[in-house]
């Protein structure tokens, strides 16, 4: 993995409009990953050498100073991803960086996009083990590994605004922002604008012979075909499977089952009912082991479904089915690393598989199924990720996997955010109280780990309510605790006290003593902010005791204290308060926190100018963050060490440890 290094700036947030960033340095590695995150494209594709040529001009007017931009607009199902993935796979060797994609539909929080999480995506597509917290020094670290040698290809699919594409430019290479509607803006801003049409009926014709062959149907059958279809090649795929699937189909026969009124389920726009009708027909012949998972398409409330998943939730031969609607370009191949494959089903698709279930009677206790698979599995993570203090109980889920490591858990929590961030939306306007507020407990790994602050507030919001009807007070000051760490970390230091005022008043009601020492522990932060280590002392000494009895909650609480004190000038107590933080640890195997301890005990040396003994205690952070394979910590171990050593003098030690954070920094 790649290590980058950065300075601190602090801009976070969702755009709505223009967005303007400063400079931050970042230093990235020279052995960058090479993403490959746009899929591979189909074998059957026609008409489109009119806009294939408008982007070869755009690339052939490519330089190193900035990047391009191309705004695709068109029809859903007109073809605008098939375009690019065609273009991909042609102009490879034109982008040496690689090629990005992010679908922004799926990071959209009212009506805004989280920018941050998409920046995190693409930094950790080229194999970033440390991405920064905000959206400031992301977007640094992006224009670094997109600069001079290093062109991509970046896809934007479902763009709505043209603020969206402008804080997500590269250094240089190619941005495609795909959409339905216009957008003027990026025409302003000297964009190249290329509008996608349906297939002409010629086109459409070509293309489905192709698939048929020359002897089935006539000229005239076909040419009414793709007129049924609207010229639309998401529409023609499907026709295309229903027809290579039973050979002995004449197209007569299709023609009269797409322009059957009596059967038809579209619930999709005038402008693209032809996609509906079809949909309709395809929907209506699908062996039942396939209509069954096509069901889940509606009900799932995310854009992803997996094998797991659909067997979890009692769907029959998943496998097959997951194959058939992938033959039927129904669904597409998520492009992305780890042992389970993930699918993604267009928009339009997923519009009319909902609009398939919508009467079902059995609709809500199928919703009820996926929302309960991804509670069970997100605890089961959670659980696999650490040992921490939690309200809920364990899953009971004897037929999930489990998690053969704690970044095996973490990566499914990643790439299943926005299944995750949809099953609390769903259950909350079912009024599911209890799976909201417990999903939400589990997902703190996930979003304190890759900070997705978007999901995270959102959430959590939702969570507090749920616990609130769930009448739950613990829960409640659960949830509020952890919507005031998002606020904390993004230095919106009065959301965060109100949250946790709000929490306290809560606790005369519940009798868990953990809870109090939440709280405390995340006031105590709010002051060492806010230069008030005096107040953060006390706090963290009442969240210690508030621990009694959870040896990992007593030791995170006596490293809090130790920095407390240390920022209090109370040095030698913090040295006390380590050691006895450092016994339990061992004690326990606490690794993580072996880890930590020693850089804080390097702190309080130092400021005892102790300085020989500060190094010891610095090299034995480093050594151990090394091991557990934790850059960050290294790399603050390491920053110290090369602090105490120009303090001492001692250039080898200097040299030694600079050398080692240009390995971590990758330069």
Known sequence: MTEIHRTVNTVSGTVHGTVVQADTVVMAAPGLGVPRQIRGPRRAFVNREEEFARLAEVLDRLDDVRPAVV?????????????????????????PGGQLYADLAAHRHLGGVDLGEVLGGFLRGFGLSYVPDTLAERAAAFRTVTAAGRRVLLFLDNVEHAAEVRALLPATGLLVAAGRRRLPGLALDGAEVVRLDPLSTGAGSELVRGWLGPGRGTDAELA????????????????????????????????????????????????????????DAVHRRLPGHTRELYRLLGVNPGPLVSAELAGAVGVPRAADGLAELRSAHLLDDVAEDGPERRYRAHDLVRLHAAGTVRELPGRLELLARVVGYYRCRAALADRAIGDRFRLQESPDAPALPGFASRPDALEWLQSER??????????????????????????????????????????????????????RPDAVIRMRNQLGRAYYERAEY???????????ALLPEVDEPRLAGVLWETDGLLCLADGRPERAVELFTLAREANAGDPHGVVVQGYNLAQALVAAGRAEEALAVLGEAAELAGREGDAPMLMRLPLVEARAERALRRLPSAVDAARRSAGLARELGQPRKEEAARELLVELAEELGDAALADRNRARLRELRGH
């Open 71 to 95: 705004a695709l607009t068109g029809l859903g199902g007109v073809g605008k991803t098939e375009l690019v993935a065609q273009f991909a796979a042609r102009s490879v060797e034109r982008f």
């Open 224 to 279: 009414r075909l793709v007129e049924c279809c609207g010229g639309l090649p998401l529409a023609l795929n499907a026709v295309g499977f229903r027809l290579l699937d039973r050979e002995e189909l004449p197209v007569d026969r299709v023609l009269a089952e797409l322009t059957d009124e009596e059967h038809g389920l579209s619930s999709l726009s005038n402008e693209e009912g032809a996609v509906g009708d079809v949909l």
């Open 418 to 471: 926005a299944n995750l961030l949809g099953a609390v939306r769903a259950a909350a306007e079912q009024g599911w109280h209890g799976e909201v507020w417990r999903l939400c407990e589990s997902l703190w790994p996930l979003y304190h780990g890759r900070k997705h602050y978007g999901d995270w507030v959102e959430s959590h919001l939702l969570g507090i309510e749920a616990a609130q009807w769930d009448n």
């Open 494 to 504: 009065p959301l965060a006290a109100e949250q946790l005022a709000s929490a306290a």
